[in-house]
């Protein structure tokens, strides 16, 4: 055989085996793939549409911790970031359920970038071998209203004990002073105080509870502004008279709104009141009213100690006081403006506050006007 032509014939050998090696590997990797399962488990039947109506927030997890499926709430809640649950908690429960597959059920802390953390409750359970299920609800609006609840109770129980413990010691101190009626009588007024102070505390605490909801007004009927402010200002005509303090009424005239009349002739009534209360003997308390756009905005002006800047933002707080040494004389509940406050907003208004330390304050309630008011 010639050199050329055994030339020939090995390259024609090396080129059948490097196909044959070629083609085994081919159909090993295809035999290998057939073996092995998918990369991304599938959902079983129904569940990607279930979650697409679900209003809990739903996330599917694989067995590499990879989110599979996750509901626009989930989003929305934050629990997903890229393929990977933000929670490491979240993440912790949902590999303790694949290892023994029981279902979960715990109460979580979620930080935010921005604001306070949220409070979840998560329900974690095996949906198939590779797939864990976890629903999560946000408790946040819930834990804080518990919270309020809590803190208003302690509050009302705390608050009623003074006049209530002022009373029994009045009492006691009128039965040892039963031969002296000039003690008795003063002990009297001073149990006369204490119980005003007690029934106007408790019926606060009633309008407090029917409008903290804020929810809007059932049947709300046009209101007579000036009527009401002349109720306000004759309710409050004595206090008034005992501190030479002159109430002032002014501004535009005819007004109406749309609304509750007992709502708002008690939250006006509530900041002439605190004007009174908190003003020097022998100065003057200004209500005005004007219309605005379609809104009225009732102000009311006094020449008292005025509010710290740093207070502004809680003095629509629940007994909260910016000055407590002071509530005992002026028979403050810490109510009155936390009363102003949800009357505005059951209302589709608002109430604003100016303040200046040593100058005064001026509040400004702003209510719905009637479509008849607007009409004329």
Same mark, same amino acid.
């Given at each position: 055989?010639?050199?050329?032509?055994?030339?020939?014939?090995?390259?024609?050998?090396?080129?059948?085996?490097?196909?044959?090696?070629?083609?085994?590997?081919?159909?090993?990797?295809?035999?290998?793939?057939?073996?092995?399962?998918?990369?991304?488990?599938?959902?079983?039947?129904?569940?990607?549409?279930?979650?697409?109506?679900?209003?809990?927030?739903?996330?599917?997890?694989?067995?590499?911790?990879?989110?599979?499926?996750?509901?626009?709430?989930?989003?929305?809640?934050?629990?997903?970031?890229?393929?990977?649950?933000?929670?490491?908690?979240?993440?912790?429960?949902?590999?303790?359920?694949?290892?023994?597959?029981?279902? #979960?059920?715990?109460?979580?802390?979620?930080?935010?970038?921005?604001?306070?953390?949220?409070?979840?409750?998560?329900?974690?359970?095996?949906?198939?071998? #590779?797939?864990?299920?976890?629903?999560?609800?946000?408790?946040?609006?819930?834990?804080?209203?518990?919270?309020?609840?809590?803190?208003?109770?302690?509050?009302?129980?705390?608050?009623?004990?003074?006049?209530?413990?002022?009373?029994?010691?009045?009492?006691?101190?009128?039965?040892?002073?039963?031969?002296?009626?000039?003690?008795?009588?003063?002990?009297?007024?001073?149990?006369?105080?204490?119980?005003?102070?007690?029934? #106007?505390?408790?019926?606060?605490?009633?309008?407090?509870?029917?409008?903290?909801?804020?929810?809007?007004?059932?049947?709300?009927?046009?209101?007579?502004?000036?009527?009401?402010?002349?109720?306000?200002?004759?309710?409050?005509?004595?206090?008034?008279?005992?501190?030479?303090?002159?109430?002032?009424?002014?501004?535009?005239?005819?007004?109406?709104?749309?609304?509750?009349?007992?709502?708002?002739?008690?939250?006006?009534?509530?900041?002439?009141?605190?004007?009174?209360?908190?003003?020097?003997?022998?100065?003057?308390?200004?209500?005005?009213?004007?219309?605005?756009?379609?809104?009225?905005?009732?102000?009311?002006?006094?020449?008292?100690?005025?509010?710290?800047?740093?207070?502004?933002?809680?003095?629509?707080?629940?007994?909260?006081?910016?000055?407590?040494?002071?509530?005992?004389?002026?028979?403050?509940?810490?109510?009155?403006?936390?009363?102003?406050?949800?009357?505005?907003?059951?209302?589709?208004?608002?109430?604003?506050?100016?303040?200046?330390?040593?100058?005064?304050?001026?509040?400004?309630?702003?209510?719905?006007?009637?479509?008849?008011?607007?009409?004329?």
């Amino acid at each position: 055989m010639s050199p050329t032509t055994q030339a020939f014939v090995a390259a024609l050998i090396g080129a059948v085996v490097a196909g044959s090696a070629v083609l085994a590997w081919h159909v090993s990797q295809t035999q290998l793939a057939a073996a092995q399962p998918s990369e991304e488990p599938v959902l079983p039947a129904g569940v990607a549409t279930v979650l697409s109506v679900l209003r809990s927030s739903a996330v599917v997890v694989d067995d590499d911790d990879e989110v599979v499926k996750a509901s626009a709430p989930a989003h929305v809640l934050g629990l997903v970031r890229g393929q990977s649950l933000a929670s490491s908690e979240l993440a912790e429960l949902v590999r303790q359920v694949r290892r023994d597959g029981q279902i #979960r059920e715990a109460d979580l802390v979620l930080p935010r970038p921005s604001g306070p953390p949220r409070t979840v409750t998560a329900r974690v359970a095996p949906l198939s071998s #590779r797939l864990v299920l976890a629903l999560v609800e946000d408790r946040t609006t819930e834990r804080r209203v518990e919270a309020v609840r809590r803190d208003f109770v302690a509050n009302v129980s705390h608050e009623l004990k003074t006049p209530v413990g002022a009373i029994k010691l009045l009492a006691e101190a009128v039965s040892d002073a039963s031969d002296d009626p000039e003690a008795i009588e003063r002990f009297a007024r001073r149990m006369l105080t204490e119980s005003d102070r007690l029934a #106007r505390m408790v019926q606060q605490i009633i309008e407090l509870s029917r409008l903290q909801g804020d929810e809007p007004v059932e049947a709300p009927h046009v209101v007579d502004v000036d009527d009401v402010i002349a109720r306000s200002v004759d309710f409050t005509v004595m206090d008034a008279q005992n501190k030479g303090i002159k109430v002032v009424t002014g501004g535009a005239a005819g007004l109406r709104i749309f609304g509750n009349e007992e709502q708002v002739s008690a939250a006006i009534t509530n900041l002439v009141a605190n004007a009174v209360a908190y003003s020097a003997s022998d100065s003057t308390v200004l209500v005005t009213t004007k219309a605005a756009d379609q809104m009225v905005e009732i102000s009311v002006v006094d020449q008292g100690i005025g509010i710290p800047s740093d207070e502004l933002e809680r003095i629509f707080e629940r007994f909260y006081r910016v000055d407590p040494a002071r509530h005992r004389s002026t028979g403050g509940t810490g109510l009155g403006l936390s009363i102003v406050k949800h009357v505005a907003a059951t209302h589709g208004g608002d109430v604003r506050v100016w303040s200046l330390e040593g100058q005064g304050s001026t509040f400004t309630l702003s209510l719905p006007r009637s479509r008849q008011e607007e009409n004329a």
